[in-house]
């Protein structure tokens, strides 16, 4: 199968993985250090899309940021 995956930072795109490949129980990950920045975001989404429907939201996780700071 194969996906499509975007974050978002306040409804913008801000990175894109445009065609992950994956076998059936195999995983993908990736880390990524997020700015400072986005703290005070107000939504952080991650979107993935199968690219056999690409208009149609296949998976959607968010980050819900606790307001601490350090």
């Known amino acids: 199968m194969r996906y499509k995956v ?3 930072v306040n409804n913008q795109v801000v990175k894109e993985w445009p ?3 994956l076998n059936n129980g ?3 990950v990736d880390n990524l250090v997020l ?7 107000s939504s ?3 979107v993935l ?3 056999d429907k690409p208009d149609q939201v296949y998976r959607h996780v968010w980050l819900q ?3 601490a700071t350090q």
């Open 35 to 41: 700015p400072p920045e986005w703290a005070q975001a």
């Open 44 to 46: 952080v989404d991650a």
């Open 65 to 67: 940021h606790n307001g």
């Open 6 to 8: 975007q974050l978002l």
């Open 19 to 21: 065609t992950i490949t």
């Open 26 to 28: 195999e995983q993908w």
């Open 49 to 51: 899309y199968r690219l």
